[in-house]
């Protein structure tokens, strides 16, 4: 047997194909770009074909690159964003474009929701009732797509789309079963009396496995498109910030993964369940492990967002100075003293999920005045992205997750002034283990383990995981930085009213 693995990542702005060797270290990687749509106010959605697609070329690119032999690839672990609701008909066929995570036009369906059975579903499945959920777009079709809505035979996962188009499987892995309110947190089953109450019928529940095992193998008409050997082993994957997660080492109660993707957050470790209706609580892809999670919508997006709108001088400069816009960006930032000279920034630039969770917030700058240049309005976006973490640990913890040192993955994690920024805001040491491939390799991690490559998880992440640089927070700066969120805080509270009518 083959011992290299392939770990599929798809995320919001493209998908991420990463071939490694049994050590972790990157044999090959490609990246598949694909559009969101934002067709209204509120919408947020993708074609889940596209996401197939860009899967087949990117995977193709990454055999060739690496010249091996597809029969050495032992096993194929996908991560996926979270609470797709992939509607498929009988033949396989998407009926429509998916509304992705950060997608809220179901906001009044939840509300109405929250108010008849909200504790009762808090108290199944640890999580309250979000719009952005997959229950909710499961309801949305059903009130606005009805001659669509009886089409339906299969609502899946994004991980679990791709594990289909790979193998045919039908599955769902335990890790996204969160974003469903008839799925039972302290038990990993579906609840069937909840899911006749919500209306959702048992046909869209897929079989519910575990992250590791293995529910197929790669057929004919896969390996054609993918360059893949048919009959590689292909594992039921999981959630991408579970995956990440893993991929920096997290497997212990306490260890806490900070993530800097497309969107921000952190994942806490915990041997048992427990629950805040303000957080965000999931299986673990690793066997008997819950997370207590934060999620908000200030991550990498927002400097993404900021680079592309305001970097074309930093572009015309790339080639001249050997380096990207990003990079100049960042170097920008180092200019400005912490705290931004009073600049302070609410990353709500798709609404906020925890621990607010206000689909109508928006994205502020205050304190603008004369003497602000576009440094201080990078450095404020990165102070902004912590002050989000800062709120949703300060939650965590008062419901018993504690955490003594954050583990930080995803594009964020490479800047060093956003890390830095981070330790100082939170008080909290940070590590970096990789550069941009932990959630690939969470994935990857997962396909060793179910195909026999590392005998168990704690082998995996021993021979995978090795940390490159460390933060400590910086003393001086906590009395600016609590001043600041402090204010922070203030703003959403004195604005959140305004925001609902806008």
């Given at each position: 047997m083959g011992t290299y693995l392939l770990g599929i990542d798809i995320g919001t702005s493209s998908c991420k194909i990463v071939l490694f060797e049994k050590s972790g270290e990157v044999k090959a990687s490609e990246t598949g770009a694909y559009k969101v749509y934002y067709p209204y106010e509120g919408w947020a959605e993708q074609d889940p074909e596209e996401w197939w697609r860009a899967v087949c070329e990117s995977t193709a690119k990454v055999i060739e690159k690496s010249g091996i032999d597809p029969a050495d690839i032992a096993g194929i672990g996908i991560d996926g964003q979270s609470w797709s609701a992939i509607a498929m008909d009988e033949s396989g066929k998407c009926l429509m474009n998916t509304p992705i995570w950060m997608d809220t036009r179901s906001d009044d369906i939840a509300k109405r929701i929250r108010s008849e059975i909200g504790e009762r579903i808090f108290n199944l499945s640890g999580n309250t009732l979000q719009p952005s959920y997959t229950t909710a777009k499961i309801i949305w079709y059903r009130e606005n797509h009805p001659d669509l809505y009886k089409n339906i035979r299969l609502i899946l996962q994004s991980n679990s789309f791709i594990a289909y188009r790979l193998t045919g499987a039908v599955t769902q892995d335990i890790s996204q079963g969160y974003g469903l309110s008839c799925f039972d947190m302290h038990k990993g089953t579906w609840d069937k009396d909840m899911a006749r109450e919500l209306g959702i019928p048992e046909s869209f529940l897929p079989d519910i496995f575990p992250c590791h095992e293995v529910i197929g193998k790669v057929t004919a008409e896969a390996a054609r498109l993918t360059g893949l050997k048919e009959g590689t082993p292909v594992v039921a994957g999981g959630l991408d910030a579970a995956c990440g997660t893993l991929g920096t080492g997290v497997l212990n109660n306490g260890e806490t993964q900070e993530q800097g993707g497309q969107a921000g957050g952190m994942s806490i470790c915990l041997d048992h369940f427990a629950a805040d209706p303000a957080l965000i609580t999931s299986f673990h892809v690793v066997p008997d492990k819950w997370l207590l999670q934060?999620?908000?919508?200030?991550?990498?997006?927002?400097?993404?967002?900021?680079?592309?709108?305001?970097?074309?001088?930093?572009?015309?400069l790339e080639k001249e100075r050997n380096m990207t816009d990003?990079?100049?960006?960042?170097?920008?930032?180092?200019?400005?003293?912490?705290?931004?000279?009073?600049?302070?920034?609410?990353?709500?630039?798709?609404?906020?999920?925890?621990?607010?969770?206000?689909?109508?917030?928006?994205?502020?700058?205050?304190?603008?005045?004369?003497?602000?240049?576009?440094?201080?309005?990078?450095?404020?976006?990165?102070?902004?992205?912590?002050?989000?973490?800062?709120?949703?640990?300060e939650i965590a913890e008062r419901c018993g997750g504690e955490v003594k040192e954050l583990r930080a993955m995803g594009g964020a994690s490479m800047a060093h002034i956003w890390t830095q920024i981070k330790s100082d805001v939170t008080g909290k040491p940070i590590t970096v283990c990789h550069s941009g491939t932990e959630t690939s390799l969470g994935a990857a991690i997962l396909a060793g383990v179910g195909t026999g490559v590392y005998k168990d998880f704690d082998e995996a992440v021993a021979l995978t995981v090795h940390p490159t640089r460390h933060h400590d927070p910086n003393p001086a700066n906590k009395d600016i930085y609590d001043k600041n969120y402090g204010i922070y805080k203030e703003l959403y509270e004195d604005l959140k009213d305004l925001m609902d009518r806008q």
């Amino acid at each position: 047997m083959g011992t290299y693995l392939l770990g599929i990542d798809i995320g919001t702005s493209s998908c991420k194909i990463v071939l490694f060797e049994k050590s972790g270290e990157v044999k090959a990687s490609e990246t598949g770009a694909y559009k969101v749509y934002y067709p209204y106010e509120g919408w947020a959605e993708q074609d889940p074909e596209e996401w197939w697609r860009a899967v087949c070329e990117s995977t193709a690119k990454v055999i060739e690159k690496s010249g091996i032999d597809p029969a050495d690839i032992a096993g194929i672990g996908i991560d996926g964003q979270s609470w797709s609701a992939i509607a498929m008909d009988e033949s396989g066929k998407c009926l429509m474009n998916t509304p992705i995570w950060m997608d809220t036009r179901s906001d009044d369906i939840a509300k109405r929701i929250r108010s008849e059975i909200g504790e009762r579903i808090f108290n199944l499945s640890g999580n309250t009732l979000q719009p952005s959920y997959t229950t909710a777009k499961i309801i949305w079709y059903r009130e606005n797509h009805p001659d669509l809505y009886k089409n339906i035979r299969l609502i899946l996962q994004s991980n679990s789309f791709i594990a289909y188009r790979l193998t045919g499987a039908v599955t769902q892995d335990i890790s996204q079963g969160y974003g469903l309110s008839c799925f039972d947190m302290h038990k990993g089953t579906w609840d069937k009396d909840m899911a006749r109450e919500l209306g959702i019928p048992e046909s869209f529940l897929p079989d519910i496995f575990p992250c590791h095992e293995v529910i197929g193998k790669v057929t004919a008409e896969a390996a054609r498109l993918t360059g893949l050997k048919e009959g590689t082993p292909v594992v039921a994957g999981g959630l991408d910030a579970a995956c990440g997660t893993l991929g920096t080492g997290v497997l212990n109660n306490g260890e806490t993964q900070e993530q800097g993707g497309q969107a921000g957050g952190m994942s806490i470790c915990l041997d048992h369940f427990a629950a805040d209706p303000a957080l965000i609580t999931s299986f673990h892809v690793v066997p008997d492990k819950w997370l207590l999670q934060g999620g908000t919508t200030g991550g990498a997006g927002v400097m993404r967002w900021i680079v592309g709108n305001f970097g074309d001088y930093e572009r015309t400069l790339e080639k001249e100075r050997n380096m990207t816009d990003t990079a100049q960006f960042n170097e920008l930032a180092e200019t400005i003293k912490p705290g931004s000279e009073g600049l302070i920034f609410l990353p709500y630039m798709a609404g906020e999920r925890s621990p607010i969770w206000d689909p109508k917030a928006k994205g502020v700058w205050y304190g603008i005045d004369f003497t602000k240049t576009k440094a201080h309005f990078i450095r404020s976006a990165m102070e902004g992205g912590a002050f989000a973490l800062r709120h949703n640990l300060e939650i965590a913890e008062r419901c018993g997750g504690e955490v003594k040192e954050l583990r930080a993955m995803g594009g964020a994690s490479m800047a060093h002034i956003w890390t830095q920024i981070k330790s100082d805001v939170t008080g909290k040491p940070i590590t970096v283990c990789h550069s941009g491939t932990e959630t690939s390799l969470g994935a990857a991690i997962l396909a060793g383990v179910g195909t026999g490559v590392y005998k168990d998880f704690d082998e995996a992440v021993a021979l995978t995981v090795h940390p490159t640089r460390h933060h400590d927070p910086n003393p001086a700066n906590k009395d600016i930085y609590d001043k600041n969120y402090g204010i922070y805080k203030e703003l959403y509270e004195d604005l959140k009213d305004l925001m609902d009518r806008q």
